[in-house]
């Protein structure tokens, strides 16, 4: 059962992924202050939303972090129209190349919402920990942020 989920998340992940053209048709082109604090822990831009962030905090001793979003964002990750869902507040712990205790951000895949826990940055490439499963990918795929789509809930 393991082995099939791993070949299935992989598949989608690497689906969601691949698109080397820019999805976004009005990308951000001045980054916020927390896509900067993004850049400087070594992550892309794209691992947010463009436009609508609120507030953040980060801890500069634990690394323990938050980020406020008007409300849940919703984005429909290209080519094949994948959702990914950001709920009003997202955390977790934050140190150079490494996000950890990540809560707040999840996909779906195969008919079932997939919380992704963790994200670890080795400078060309991305690796997505949801559970004990992980999966690696290009990090230029997310060198720019998608604006969230229709209205944001303030659930």
């Not at 409300?71 to 869902?85: E, H, R, V």
């Not at 709920?87 to 150079?96: A, E, L, P, V």
């Amino acid at each position: 059962m393991t082995e099939f989920f791993f070949f299935f998340f992989s598949f989608f992940l690497l689906i969601v992924s691949g698109s080397s053209q820019n999805p976004n048709p009005n990308p951000n082109p001045t980054p916020s202050a927390v896509h900067d604090e993004l850049k400087s822990f070594g992550f892309p831009i794209g691992l947010l939303p463009s436009t609508t962030v609120l507030g953040y905090n980060i801890n500069q001793t634990s690394g323990d972090f938050s980020v406020d979003l008007g409300g849940a964002c919703k984005i429909t990750l290209p080519p094949d129209n994948y959702l990914a869902t950001y709920s009003k507040r997202i955390t977790g712990k934050i140190d150079q190349g490494r996000i950890a205790r990540l809560d707040g951000i999840r996909v779906r895949a195969f008919f079932r919402w997939w919380s992704i826990t963790g994200i670890r940055s080795t400078g060309d490439n991305l690796v997505f920990e949801v559970g004990g499963i992980t999966a690696k990918y290009p990090s230029k795929n997310f060198d720019e942020s998608l604006a969230c789509e229709g209205k944001h809930s303030a659930s």
